[in-house]
């Protein structure tokens, strides 16, 4: 069965770096779109980053210019370089994939079961 699972999250300084995996367990992506997204106690999950197979990217507002996304398809993983973090930033982060392939099932919309980033002194 295809399962995405995130790690990389924990507890940063303000200022700080950390960066986030999604690894495809058991499958292989053939994916257009990437992403992660995440969601903050009491607010509604929300796009961070996203990346199409051609490497195109996007960014919220919010994070540009200090989150990188990015893919080894090669490792079948997707990263959120996530630098100069905020408070703010603090919440739940999840992947997202289109699709994937599992021997011969495909797999749309999967998403992992989040890793938690907290941005606090």
């Known amino acids: 069965q295809a399962q995405l699972v995130e790690s990389g999250g924990g507890l940063v300084q303000p200022g700080g770096s950390l960066r986030l995996s999604c690894a495809a367990s058991g499958s292989i992506f053939r994916a257009n779109v990437m992403g992660w997204y995440r969601q903050a106690p009491g607010k509604q999950r929300a796009l961070v980053a996203a990346?199409?197979?051609?490497?195109?990217?996007t960014y919220a507002d919010s994070v540009k210019g200090r989150f990188t996304i990015s893919t080894d398809n090669a490792k079948n993983t997707v990263y959120l370089q996530m630098n100069s973090l905020k408070p703010e930033d603090t919440a739940v982060y999840y992947c997202n994939v289109d699709r994937l392939k599992s021997g011969s099932t495909w797999y749309f919309d999967s998403w992992g079961r989040g890793t938690q980033v907290t941005v606090s002194l």
């Open positions: 990346i199409t197979s051609g490497g195109t990217t």
